[in-house]
């Protein structure tokens, strides 16, 4: 047996693994997809319907619109304050790189319910940042919006998602060699435009990856909107959580969650094929 | 711009970068003491010195990247200290050549006229005729990575002349290249400089290359400029021991100054004593070295024997090592070479060689 062939048997129990556990339960999904239920029983003549309904549904849609809204909506915020610390890490923080990684990294060792919950001692009506303004006079009765908000559950998820997009920049700031900057200073050009046409683009497969790696989490995180969001919780994610549960709709549920996957595969496409023009670059292919 | 007309008139008398007092100092570690140094326009300098000199530190305050310690830099009589990189009229060529990995040969070559005072439409031209000025035309939508090391060298160059500066830094733009490229870049490099008629300041180790380009070289160490002069000078006529030694490797035999006498001083020696012209300033008593360069060393009948103990073939010659009064000289020889141990002689001709000063 030729050494390259032992090495594809040898991968055989992880390939076979992954098509149990991972392929076929979504493949099981998808059948499911396109049946229907009758009362208490599942059809299982194949339609179209439950596309059709969820495409005609104004609330489906909306969720699912809100969903991906907010994955740009964080992944945007988690960018702009990213790139900044990125740089830092990369470029200034010098000794304290490696201590200053693993802080970045320790809030991910907690568990997501633990964090959820500072952020309500910190948002709540009596919580740290109301008392704190009453107590310094600025307002008079605390502030109702923090907490059960949209605004509460978007400061979490950014909180939550951060690191991902710092790791992602951070890898890209290792990566720019100052010569670059350096030379485009030579060259003329002001800090902004040193940003604009030099870090930017050299640094945007760092940020493509830590940007899709951000927007797919927030996309399917349940908890988060569930437990901060007050009456804005309800997302497309606890929709599929109730057609699965008390609804008994799998059907539906799993029309939802295949739109969602087949969106979430083409914004994969998209990052990788942006990534591998620019690697292409990179390395000169 | 006002500058502009200042320069025109300017031009002829004053040098076109003085500096003064420069000071550099990274924590406890003084990079740059106190240098002194004018260039004249259209003038090809080398900066000359092992790593660690300063060289390409002094370099760097003048291109902007580095904050200066103390001390001032003037270019056309306009203080440079607070301007930042990209409003200097200075461009450099990189060690690393720091092309842009993004862009194709002729977008970095075009990176810097978005900043001059060039039309839109003149832009693309004017790159294209850069590129031809360093025969890169044909490479023009290339990416840097995909050309060797020397064609990326050009494109360097291309970038930073195209913005006409009024001074061109190289930082040892030719390290990279094997050793047949970096002679014919070597070439090229000061044929473009007498076209273009422009002033080029160009950090190097290689002594070489230094003779190879330049008008004039300043010889640095620790910091300080340890001799500056055009290269027949700096080579025939060594300030310090350091300097005859740095370049050509000349034999530094130390010895004490006797007193004038002719043409140069009279020195004592272990190998006797020698009447040979030197630096001036040597008082009597001072400590000194007369330097000998393989070339000047010759065998013969008579003179100081010395023993052989290495034979390098070199092509032309050889190179033999040999060893007299516990110091060590170089002797190029022509014929076949004495075998290894053998009892050899060797002269000088006096008038030929040269006392310098042990140390600055």
């Known amino acids: 047996m030729r050494p390259q062939s032992a090495g594809n048997w040898l991968a055989l129990p992880v390939v076979a693994a992954l098509g149990a556990l991972c392929l076929a339960p979504l493949a099981i999904l998808f059948a499911y997809?396109?049946?229907?239920?009758?009362?208490?029983?599942?059809?299982?003549?194949?339609?179209?319907?439950?596309?059709?309904?969820?495409?005609?549904?104004?609330?489906?849609?909306?969720?699912?619109?809100?969903?991906?809204?907010?994955?740009?909506?964080?992944?945007?915020?988690?960018?702009?304050?990213?790139?900044?610390?990125?740089?830092?890490?990369?470029?200034?923080?010098?000794?304290?790189?490696?201590?200053?990684?693993?802080?970045?990294?320790?809030?991910?060792?907690?568990?997501?319910?633990?964090?959820?919950?500072?952020?309500?001692?910190?948002?709540?009506?009596?919580?740290?940042?109301?008392?704190?303004?009453?107590?310094?006079?600025?307002?008079?009765?605390?502030?109702?919006?923090?907490?059960?908000?949209?605004?509460?559950?978007?400061?979490?998820?950014?909180?939550?998602?951060?690191?991902?997009?710092?790791?992602?920049?951070?890898?890209?700031?290792?990566?720019?060699?100052?010569?670059?900057?350096?030379?485009?200073?030579?060259?003329?050009?002001?800090?902004?435009?040193?940003?604009?046409?030099?870090?930017?683009?050299?640094?945007?497969?760092?940020?493509?990856?830590?940007?899709?790696?951000?927007?797919?989490?927030?996309?399917?995180?349940?908890?988060?909107?569930?437990?901060?969001?007050?009456?804005s919780g309800v997302t497309v994610i606890s929709a599929i959580n109730d057609l699965f549960g008390t609804a008994f709709d799998w059907p539906l549920g799993s029309a939802i969650a295949w739109t969602m996957l087949a969106i979430l595969m083409l914004c994969f496409g998209a990052g990788a094929t942006l990534i591998r023009r620019s690697s292409l670059v990179a390395e000169g292919a | 711009m006002a500058v502009a007309a200042k320069t025109a008139a300017g031009r002829r008398t004053r040098p076109l970068l003085e500096v003064i007092a420069l000071h550099k100092s990274y924590g406890s570690v003084q990079a740059v003491r106190g240098i002194d140094l004018s260039l004249a326009n259209e003038s090809y300098v080398t900066l000359l010195g092992p790593s660690g000199c300063g060289k390409t530190t002094l370099l760097r305050m003048v291109g902007g990247f580095e904050a200066i310690g103390s001390g001032t830099l003037m270019l056309d009589g306009m203080r440079l200290d607070d301007l930042p990189a990209n409003r200097r009229p200075i461009n450099t060529v990189f060690q690393s050549y720091a092309l842009f990995p993004h862009l194709s040969v002729l977008e970095n070559v075009a990176f810097g006229l978005s900043y001059r005072a060039v039309p839109k439409d003149r832009i693309k031209a004017r790159a294209r005729e850069a590129l031809a000025t360093v025969r890169m035309e044909a490479m023009a939508d290339r990416r840097p990575r995909q050309l060797s090391g020397g064609q990326q060298q050009r494109v360097a160059l291309a970038r930073a002349i195209v913005?006409?500066?009024?001074?061109?830094?190289?930082?040892?733009?030719?390290?990279?290249?094997?050793?047949?490229?970096?002679?014919?870049?070597?070439?090229?490099?000061?044929?473009?400089?007498?076209?273009?008629?422009?002033?080029?300041?160009?950090?190097?180790?290689?002594?070489?290359?230094?003779?190879?380009?330049?008008?004039?070289?300043?010889?640095?160490?620790?910091?300080?400029?340890?001799?500056?002069?055009?290269?027949?000078?700096?080579?025939?006529?060594?300030?310090?021991?350091?300097?005859?030694?740095?370049?050509?490797?000349?034999?530094?035999?130390?010895?004490?100054?006797l007193g004038p006498a002719g043409k140069g001083y009279a020195i004592e020696t272990a190998l006797g004593r020698h009447v040979v012209p030197g630096v001036a300033g040597l008082s009597v008593g001072a400590r000194a070295v007369l330097c000998l360069r393989s070339e000047q060393v010759a065998l013969g009948d008579t003179g100081t024997p010395a023993e052989v103990t290495h034979a390098v073939y070199r092509g032309a010659d050889w190179l033999l090592e040999c060893v007299a009064g516990g110091q060590l000289f170089q002797v190029a020889h022509a014929g076949p070479p004495p075998a290894p141990g053998e009892t050899v002689r060797l002269s000088f001709d006096p008038d030929r060689v040269w006392i310098a000063r042990e140390a600055a």
């Open chain 1, 33 to 231: 997809s396109f049946f229907s239920v009758d009362f208490v029983t599942i059809s299982h003549d194949p339609s179209l319907k439950n596309y059709a309904r969820i495409l005609q549904s104004e609330t489906y849609r909306g969720l699912i619109a809100r969903a991906f809204g907010s994955g740009l909506l964080v992944a945007a915020i988690t960018a702009v304050i990213g790139y900044p610390v990125a740089w830092f890490l990369a470029k200034r923080a010098g000794a304290a790189k490696t201590m200053l990684l693993t802080l970045l990294l320790v809030p991910l060792y907690s568990g997501d319910l633990l964090r959820i919950f500072a952020w309500r001692v910190l948002l709540g009506a009596e919580g740290a940042i109301n008392r704190s303004l009453i107590w310094l006079g600025a307002i008079d009765a605390p502030l109702q919006g923090l907490l059960f908000s949209p605004l509460a559950t978007h400061i979490a998820l950014t909180y939550n998602y951060l690191p991902f997009m710092v790791i992602g920049l951070w890898l890209a700031f290792e990566s720019l060699d100052d010569a670059w900057l350096e030379a485009a200073a030579d060259l003329g050009a002001p800090g902004r435009d040193r940003f604009r046409r030099v870090t930017l683009p050299l640094t945007a497969p760092g940020l493509i990856a830590g940007g899709l790696m951000v927007f797919v989490m927030v996309v399917g995180d349940y908890l988060t909107p569930q437990l901060l969001g007050g009456a």
């Open chain 2, 163 to 257: 913005n006409e500066p009024r001074l061109l830094l190289l930082d040892e733009p030719l390290s990279a290249l094997d050793r047949r490229m970096r002679k014919d870049m070597q070439i090229e490099l000061k044929d473009l400089q007498r076209r273009l008629g422009m002033t080029f300041l160009h950090v190097t180790h290689d002594q070489e290359e230094a003779f190879a380009l330049s008008d004039r070289i300043v010889v640095m160490r620790d910091g300080r400029i340890e001799q500056q002069g055009a290269p027949g000078d700096i080579y025939t006529r060594p300030a310090t021991a350091y300097v005859a030694d740095f370049i050509g490797g000349a034999s530094c035999l130390p010895g004490r100054i």
